[in-house]
Antibody, heavy 118, light 112 residues
Framework: QVQLVESGGGVVQPGRSLRLSCVVS????????MHWVRQAPGKGLEWVAVIWNDGSERYYVESVKGRFTISRDNSKDTVYLQMNSLRAEDTAVYYC???????????WGQGTLVTVSS | DAVMTQSPLSLPVTLGQAASISCRSSQSVVHSNGDTNLNWFHQRPGQSPRRLIY???QRYSGVPDRFSGSGSGTDFTLKISRVEAEDVGVYYC?????????FGQGTKVEIK
């Protein structure tokens, strides 16, 4: 079955960097675009970034542009989120999610918690 | 950016009764390919979101038929015909028509 497993979260000081990984299984990774979506504690969902199945295009929410980079390695069935210059407001559970075929998100990982605090 | 506005934000319901959640977009959610990319998700406490509805009204495999989606243009609705205990949690609409994709604030459904 489809599985998405995030890792790399933790506690980091403001201004520092962190890289999240999401390893997938159960489907042909290179066929699907992938998203990162985050959820601050007690808050709603916020879409963060997307990468095309072949890595040819990427888009970001305005608040992370220039600081976050989404990438993927189709040989490792893995999508990444490099997060630089982290801020307190980046504190959230970060979900890896699969871009379905209908302008949708059809699968989600379990999430990894990133806490930005001094 | 398309702002998605849900109402109500809190919805106490009686088991077996119907529930309805509204989602309005500040702009069209029709993709350039002509599809209306309006989706609904359900998130139970402590869990990841799970898919419910895509393209306004299409249920994913395994989603009970008591869930239905409707609407067009910028005005959409999720209905639960007879609420069951497992339906508690937060419901989100999301548009996938233009970047950035955006979610509604969420509607918390709880049992009276």
């Amino acid at each position: 079955q489809v599985q998405l497993v995030e890792s790399g979260g933790g506690v980091v000081q403001p201004g520092r960097s962190l890289r999240l990984s999401c390893v997938v299984s159960g489907f042909t990774f290179s066929t699907y675009g992938m998203h990162w979506v985050r959820q601050a504690p007690g808050k709603g969902l916020e879409w963060v970034a997307v990468i095309w199945n072949d890595g040819s295009e990427r888009y970001y929410v305005e608040s992370v542009k220039g600081r976050f980079t989404i990438s993927r390695d189709n040989s490792k069935d893995t999508v990444y989120l490099q997060m630089n210059s982290l801020r307190a407001e980046d504190t959230a559970v970060y979900y890896c999610a699969r871009w379905g075929f209908y302008g949708d998100i059809d699968s989600w990982g379990q999430g990894t918690l990133v806490t930005v605090s001094s | 950016d398309a702002v998605m506005t849900q109402s109500p934000l809190s919805l106490p319901v009686t088991l077996g009764q119907a529930a309805s959640i509204s989602c309005r977009s500040s702009q069209s959610v029709v993709h350039s390919n002509g599809d209306t990319n309006l989706n609904w998700f359900h998130q139970r406490p402590g869990q990841s979101p799970r898919r419910l509805i895509y393209r306004v009204s299409q249920r994913y495999s395994g989603v009970p038929d008591r869930f239905s989606g409707s609407g067009s243009g910028t005005d959409f609705t999720l209905k639960i015909s007879r609420v069951e205990a497992e339906d508690v949690g937060v419901y989100y609409c999301m548009q996938g028509a233009g970047w950035p994709w955006t979610f509604g604030q969420g509607t918390k459904v709880e049992i009276k």
